[in-house]
């Protein structure tokens, strides 16, 4: 069939990192925002060289995308933690809460602790926000969560996708 990928087409490449690559990705995963310069002053290279290397990363896809991440807090949310405990839920009832919170414009992430139901994070304005989309959840719910707890946050964590100890093996 003409245009289908083959499996030769499929592979993928690998590119050969060196050390000063590795240095890159490191500054970068702490600070996406550095600049060329500042980038060449702690590497010891040309403003150019460093842009040459990231378009080299990214034309490779070991850099796969560039997206900011806003300070929730400065736009006036609040984060909370809800607790919920699942009481005798079919599978597709966990898939259509999972669906309603992946899709909810307030519902941030969720995760499941073994054991423990799930945990949700929201960002909202105020706590009368809260309040409404614990409703929700209630509403459309009840017959499979109860809501364990709800934890207000003061602080979000500094998120760091590429961790520094994922170059020490290279």
């Not at 919920?84 to 669906?99: A, F, P, R, S």
């Amino acid at each position: 069939i003409k245009g289908t990928p083959t499996s030769k087409s499929l592979k993928h490449t690998k590119h050969k990192i060196d050390k000063t690559d590795l240095e890159l990705l490191k500054i970068l995963s702490n600070n996406a925002r550095a600049g060329y310069v500042d980038l060449s002053k702690e590497l010891k290279l040309s403003p150019n060289g460093i842009k040459n290397r990231i378009n080299t990363l990214v034309n490779s896809k070991i850099i796969k995308s560039f997206f900011i991440n806003p300070n929730k807090f400065n736009l006036g949310y609040e984060l909370y933690y809800i607790q919920l405990d699942l009481v005798n839920e079919t599978k597709q009832q966990e898939k259509d809460l999972i669906n309603f919170i992946k899709k909810h414009p307030r519902m941030n992430a969720y995760y499941r602790p073994l054991g423990q139901g799930i945990e949700i994070i929201v960002f909202v304005e105020n706590s009368t926000e809260l309040r409404n989309i614990i409703l929700e959840l209630r509403n459309k719910f009840a017959n499979i969560i109860k809501i364990r707890d709800t934890m207000l946050y003061y602080a979000e964590d500094k998120g760091n996708y590429l961790p520094a100890g994922v170059f020490d093996n290279f």
